[in-house]
């Protein structure tokens, strides 16, 4: 029935279908444009991208030799989003659907609770079943979309990969909301993301999601990159290894840490926070076998890096440092070497 030319069958059969298209300016908090559409979704499709089209700017950022131009919003990005939107909702709840068009944001409100099974935390790699079917099967014939499924990593994979903020996702009693922002956080992660990308493969959206995290916090634990990426300990870990040995991009520092290899902090024209970086750690470390050391009468290399999350190579170096400050001796040979604070 939503297919239907009828846009009379639509307002009395299936009024709740009804999209509400909302465009405001800046400073202005009430909005100065308002369509109302109860017209067949292909047609509130077209609508809603006409209005989408001339709101969405382009940006060009120089990149070496070339200038990359940089849409406010992907335009596969919005059309995700407005395609879950319509085949997502929930058709027995009677509101509307309502899309906020702000300078710098665009708000999508879906009535109706996540699919079954999704929630903000597996969102990026559930594989969820659309609550209706047959809508999400006739815009895949018609090619609106490429497979089936939630499309949310392709919302969050070109959203992050465009130096912008990650995709907002709240669900509230009797509705989901999305947020997409425009602003361009981090001109720096898009440089390097489309320069890697022309050496290799495209990122996936699981390691895009970890490499935006370790942009942002200088490093990521194998849990904490689980939960980012969305994915088990082990998956996650097949993840880390790739980045590791096919691309170059990350290194593990300690047992289950990993941040960006010198190459990538180059890359960002940062190497002097690379330095600083593993710098504070092996400080912090040795004040940790210091404090160790007060408390115990020895302390093995093993014992460091368990202590401090420390690589053999590290520990090795970090106690090292302390024999060279005369803070601890080295006491047997070999295996059954052990360290000692210098009286």
Do not use: W
């Amino acid at each position: 029935m939503n297919f239907t030319k009828e846009e009379q069958a639509i307002s009395k059969f299936l009024p709740q279908s009804e999209i509400i298209v909302l465009t405001y300016k800046e400073g202005i908090t009430e909005y100065y444009k308002r369509l109302d559409l109860k017209v067949p979704l292909l047609r509130s499709l077209d609508r809603i991208h006409h209005i989408f089209e001339d709101q969405n700017t382009i940006q060009n950022i120089q990149i070496g030799l070339f200038k990359l131009e940089v849409l406010d919003y992907p335009i596969n990005v919005f059309q995700e989003a407005l395609l879950n939107a319509m085949t997502h909702r929930d058709y027995e709840n009677q509101s509307s659907i309502i899309i906020k068009f702000y300078p710098e944001e665009i708000h999508i409100e879906n009535p109706g609770a996540f699919p079954e099974g999704v929630n903000s935390k597996n969102i990026i790699s559930h594989q969820s079943t659309p609550r209706n079917k047959l809508i999400a099967e006739t815009f895949q014939k018609l090619k609106y979309v490429q497979r089936s499924g939630q499309g949310v990593d392709i919302i969050f994979k070109d959203m992050l990969a465009l130096g912008k903020s990650a995709p907002d996702y709240t669900l509230f009693s009797n509705s989901v909301q999305l947020i997409l922002r425009s602003a361009m956080e981090d001109i720096e992660f898009l440089k390097f993301i489309t320069k890697e990308e022309e050496k290799h493969s495209t990122f996936s959206v699981q390691e895009i999601c970890i490499l935006k995290y370790i942009k942002s916090n200088k490093k990521i634990s194998l849990s904490e990159a689980a939960e980012v990426a969305q994915v088990s300990n082990q998956s996650v870990q097949v993840i880390l290894n790739d980045l590791i040995q096919k691309k170059n991009i990350i290194q593990r520092e300690h047992r289950n840490s990993y941040m960006f290899t010198h190459r990538v902090y180059a890359e960002f024209e940062n190497q002097i926070e690379y330095i600083k970086d593993k710098e504070f750690d092996e400080q912090k470390g040795e004040v940790m076998i210091l404090e160790y050391l007060s408390k115990n009468e020895f302390i093995t290399r093993r014992e460091v890096e368990r202590l401090c999350g420390f690589s053999s190579t590290t520990s090795k170096r970090v106690l090292k440092a302390l024999r060279d400050k005369e803070e601890i001796i080295l006491v047997g040979e070999s295996k059954s070497s052990k360290y000692t604070l210098k009286n």
